[in-house]
């Protein structure tokens, strides 16, 4: 995965740059990484935690049944879904250090309206309008970090903050069952508080971050000059960023390409069904599962945690295993398997507490294997607009699977057995060992096209614009 061009690096000493790389991406971590990560998973909480306030009596206090419940997280996804390719393609003109703070401000405000609705009508418009602001985060996010970390460190730092919404899995529960005791304060019921509190922390955070995110390497202020120069050589060895920026101007060629390159469109495939269908699913319908296991009230919130906690340990490895063997496919056929065996547990037992373990298999697969399959995608698309481009639809992919979770656990399939969403999950499980299968076949042998190419041809007479089709960018297997 690393470059083929060195010239860069080759104007450091190999002592110069010894110290140089351990510095940049320690300081990069410390500064860039929480703020993403922190990011998410607030976003995280205020999208998912209408799951603990459902739980927490917020269905009943409104009066409304279990399709007008589908409805409204539908409803959540179809702005969400409409901002995010706009949103990417302007993300680096208008600055990401001006854009995902205003996006974080904004829905915070919208997170703490849900907790002063007294009908659906109001339910309704909260959740459209958090879609609305909230649609940019996620791909601005993978975007953002592959401003600053190279492909072959690009995992465990998308990792770390998509990991971070199998920690909010955990919290949600804890925090959730924390804030129901504050029921009937201020006249509010406890489900209410657990919009306020959270949606003001969100508000609050996206003033701050205003101050704190740094635009790109180049103008990163807790970098010396010498340190900004060698994070921009890196990046542009790995292909990160194209050598000339003019190659980097928006250009409607540039989405299309994204759209037909075959790696995008499998790997689309891929996101639709993890994270999109499964992995959102349990984020949203996780804690209503386990209610339905026989646990109520704040034992349901507590025993909601332990199989996001598992998640995120899980996730951290095969991130650090990922980057360090360049293996994106393997990890999401591996993960994939366990979600096999997790959903088809849950399927062919009767026992509440088999299904209860079926969870930590289901759960943990759908985590770990989301932000191999999303750096997949982000490793293999250039120059930037073509990268934008691929990050946006796969996450459009992801969000459309979102909406068909929503119905296969709100309305479609009946609790507690979920009959046909589980069946649905185990097929599109399967799904996710075959199709990155495919994938990988696919970029091994155009990969081996490519070297066989370079020993045919000298770089200066290949054509520019080629982007990841150059025979000098090679493919993340």
Excluded at 348 to 355: G, P, Y
């Amino acid at each position: 995965m690393d470059t083929l061009d060195k010239s860069d690096r080759d104007v450091l000493s190999a002592q110069d740059a010894a110290v140089l790389e351990d510095v940049v991406w320690r300081k990069l971590d410390r500064w860039v990484l929480p703020m993403c990560t922190a990011l998410y998973l607030i976003s995280f909480f205020d999208r998912s935690n209408i799951g603990n306030a459902r739980v927490a009596g917020m269905q009943t206090a409104l009066n409304i049944s279990n399709y007008q419940y589908t409805v409204a997280l539908t409803l959540t996804y179809i702005p969400y879904i409409a901002m995010e390719l706009p949103s990417n393609l302007i993300l680096k003109r208008v600055g990401p250090n001006l854009m995902l703070p205003a996006m974080v401000t904004l829905w915070g405000i919208v997170a703490t309206m849900q907790g002063l609705v007294t009908s659906y009508t109001g339910l309704l418009l909260c959740r459209f309008f958090l879609g609305f602001a909230e649609g940019g985060l996620f791909p601005g996010l993978v975007l953002y970090l592959s401003f600053f970390y190279p492909r072959e460190r690009l995992q465990i730092r998308i990792t770390a903050f998509f990991a971070s919404a199998s920690l909010t899995g955990a919290f949600s529960g804890l925090l959730a069952a924390a804030i129901m005791d504050m029921d009937g304060i201020g006249g509010k019921p406890g489900w209410a508080w657990i919009f306020i509190l959270e949606g003001l922390f969100t508000f609050v955070f996206g003033i701050f971050s205003f101050f704190v995110l740094p635009q790109s390497p180049e103008t990163a202020r807790f970098l010396s000059p010498e340190e900004r120069r060698y994070v921009v050589s890196k990046l542009k060895s790995s292909r990160s960023i194209s050598d000339d920026d003019r190659k980097d101007a928006f250009s409607w060629v540039e989405v299309l390409r994204a759209i037909r390159s075959p790696q995008v469109l499998m790997l689309c495939v891929v996101v639709f069904f993890e994270p999109g269908t499964l992995l959102f699913g349990l984020a949203f319908f996780e804690p209503t599962i386990v209610a339905g296991l026989g646990y109520t009230g704040n034992k349901a919130q507590l025993m909601s945690v332990p199989p996001f906690v598992l998640a995120f340990v899980a996730s951290m490895i095969s991130a650090i295993v990922s980057d360090r063997y360049g293996c994106r496919g393997l990890m999401v056929i591996f993960f994939a398997i366990w979600c096999i065996i997790g959903f088809s547990m849950f399927y062919a037992t009767t026992s509440e507490h088999v299904q209860y373990a079926s969870l930590f298999f289901s759960v943990t697969g759908a985590y770990a294997s989301a932000p191999a399959a999303i750096t997949w995608i982000a490793n293999n698309s250039a120059p930037h607009i073509r990268r934008a481009s691929s990050v946006a639809f796969a996450f459009v992919a992801s969000n459309s699977g979102g909406i068909l979770a929503t119905w296969l656990l709100g309305s479609l399939s009946p609790a507690p057995k979920y009959t046909s969403a589980t069946i649905t999950f185990i097929v599109m499980s399967v799904g996710l060992v075959v199709v990155p299968s495919l994938n990988l076949f696919y970029l091994s042998r155009e990969n081996r096209a490519k070297a066989e190419t370079r020993l045919s041809m000298a770089k200066h007479d290949e054509p520019e614009h080629l982007g990841d089709r150059s025979a000098w960018f090679v493919y993340a297997l």
